[in-house]
């Protein structure tokens, strides 16, 4: 019987110890300073200089030693801070790790709120610094401005712009996978928020900008238009449907995004993104 358990324990353990390494972390460098890992859950941004490093996003706890070690490629030094996206635990999940480890984790009031609710106060989980509107990083002789956009992805979300690279950080405000974004309603999300950033980051940034996505490969100025156009059309499609069907159930068989030909996730499939769309534009789940 005790064997049996052992085995089924030590089954388990290497199981779950391939998993983990069945992801390989990669590195895509886009400037001088900048670069890109690649690995399970959110794209992380490195910057490296002269002072250290400091990254953007950090994936899960179970590949911070992975990020680590290709970290450690591109400086000695470990990372000094950390700058949240959004409080999702793939883009948050290695903070306490990289806390541990010396790094100061930055990030906007409601990320800080909505890790304390998970991970509870004093966690380290949770940033050291929060900030309201905007915050800039001065680091490696350049200037990382983070700006919050109210009610994306989440009601967290942060935009990282450059001061001398040509390059942004999105966040999960870009999911550039073939699919339309993750509205977090019940994170503080909303279509509406989601369009409104696009069409303010697009304003910002121009041909030669590097867009780093929450997920997928990097992009440019005309993917995020190609991805601003499909939002808006799937949130065009999602009310003209509303104005015709008379409930959430209704909607979801009527199959409104059918003509955008999209791709969908496993954790993200069509009810879903359909369910979230619908909500986010005003649409009671229950008929009264
Ligand atoms: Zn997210």
Same mark, same amino acid.
């Given at each position: ?44 941004? %490195? ?21 680590? !070690? ?32 010396? %790094? ?22 949770? $940033? ?72 303010? +980051? ?28 499909? +939002? ?10 509303? !104005? ?20 969908? %996730? ?21 008929? $009264?």
């Amino acid at each position: 019987m005790i064997a049996v358990l052992v085995a089924t324990v030590v089954t388990a353990l290497t199981v779950k110890a391939a998993q983990a390494e069945d992801v390989e972390v990669t590195t895509q460098q886009l400037d001088k300073h900048i670069y890109v890992l690649f690995g399970r859950g959110g794209n992380i941004a %490195a910057h490296v200089g002269a002072d250290g490093t400091y990254i953007i996003d950090d994936q899960f706890a179970k590949l911070a030693p992975q990020i680590k !070690a290709k970290l450690k490629e591109l400086n000695p030094n470990a990372a000094e801070f950390v700058l949240n996206t959004h409080y999702h635990d793939d883009h948050t999940g290695g903070n306490e790790v990289f806390a541990q480890a010396g %790094a100061h984790v930055i990030a906007h009031h409601n990320v800080h709120k909505r890790l304390e609710e998970k991970h509870g106060a004093g966690s380290e989980f949770l $940033p050291r610094l929060s900030f309201g509107d905007d915050l800039t990083l001065h680091f490696n002789g350049e200037h990382a401005r983070l700006v919050h956009y109210a009610s994306a992805h989440t009601d967290g979300d942060a935009v990282v712009f450059f001061s001398d690279a040509n390059i942004v950080h999105m966040g999960d405000i870009y999911f550039n996978t073939g699919g339309l974004p993750f509205v977090d309603v019940d994170g503080g999300g909303s279509i509406e928020g989601i369009l409104a950033a696009l069409q303010s +980051v697009l304003a910002q940034i121009d041909d030669n900008t590097q867009v780093i996505p929450g997920h997928g490969p990097i992009s440019d100025k005309a993917g995020l238009m190609r991805y601003q156009a499909s +939002v808006a059309k799937a949130k065009a499609l999602m009310l003209k449907a509303m !104005a015709k069907e008379q409930t959430l159930d209704a909607v979801i068989a009527a199959d409104p995004f059918a003509e955008l030909n999209l791709k969908y %996730a496993d954790w993200l499939p069509k009810e879903r993104v359909i369910t979230l769309f619908y909500r986010s534009l005003g649409g009671k789940e229950v008929q $009264p």
